[in-house]
Nanobody, 124 residues
Framework: QVQLVESGGGLVQPGGSLRLSCAAS????????MGWFRQAPGKEREFVAA????????TYADSVKGRFTISRDNAKNTAYLQLNSLKPEDTAVYYC?????????????????WGQGTQVTVSS
């Protein structure tokens, strides 16, 4: 089973940027599509972005399209989420997860345990 560790969160002012990382263990990491999700206080976890195993396809939630960019480096077993033009409503704990099926990860169907996530707080 792939194990995931998220990092890179923090406190940032509106309009600022952050880069989140998702480090994966396991030799089969490169065969998985990766997804980023977030959960704000009192809300359900929601899909943010996904990237195919090769990195050739990426999908974004409408709320982050044009501001966030997902990428991956299979040689480093790591996926990234670049967050630009951050808004207070982006405040949440951000998680990554995997699925061998690209469509399924976009629907929140995951194939490994959720990690601790990384907190992103956007506030002045």
């Amino acid at each position: 089973q792939v194990q995931l560790v998220e990092s890179g969160g923090g406190l940032v002012q509106p309009g600022g940027s952050l880069r989140l990382s998702c480090a994966a263990s396991g030799r089969t990491y490169s065969t998985y599509s990766m997804g980023w999700f977030r959960q704000a206080p009192g809300k359900e976890r929601e899909f943010v972005a996904a990237i195919s195993w090769s990195g050739s396809r990426a999908t974004y939630a409408d709320s982050v399209k044009g501001r966030f960019t997902i990428s991956r480096d299979n040689a480093k077993n790591t996926a990234y989420l670049q967050l630009n033009s951050l808004k207070p409503e982006d405040t949440a704990v951000y998680y990554c997860n995997v699925n061998t099926d690209y469509s399924a990860i976009q629907r929140g169907i995951v194939q490994t345990s959720w990690g601790q996530g990384t907190q992103v707080t956007v506030s002045s």
